[in-house]
C-alpha cells in the first residue's frame, strides 16, 4: 500500500529537518515543494510517499512510520 503525507510549516530549518527526518525513515518526496505566504510568514509544503506491507486502516499513524 502505498501512504501519503503532507508536510506543512513556516518555511525554516525546523521544517526541512521534519522532511528530512521523513526521508531518513524511507518516506520519499512526491512532486516539488509548494511555498505561500500568510501574511506574517512563508509557509512551505511538501507531498512525500511510502510504501509498506498491508491494507490501509484509517487509524494508522503516519507520523510513526
Same mark, same amino acid.
Given at each position: 500500500?502505498? #501512504?501519503y503525507r503532507l508536510l506543512t510549516g513556516?518555511?525554516?530549518s525546523a521544517f526541512c529537518h521534519r522532511? &528530512?527526518?521523513a526521508l531518513s525513515r524511507g518516506w520519499q #518526496?512526491? =512532486?516539488a515543494p509548494t #511555498? &505561500?505566504?500568510n501574511g506574517e510568514?512563508?509557509?512551505a =509544503?511538501?507531498?512525500i510517499v511510502k510504501e509498506v506491507d498491508g491494507d490501509y486502516q484509517p487509524d494508522i499513524k503516519l507520523g510513526e512510520l
Open positions: 500500500m502505498k #501512504l513556516p518555511d525554516d522532511v &528530512t527526518e #518526496l512526491h =512532486g #511555498l &505561500t505566504f510568514r512563508v509557509i =509544503g511538501q507531498a
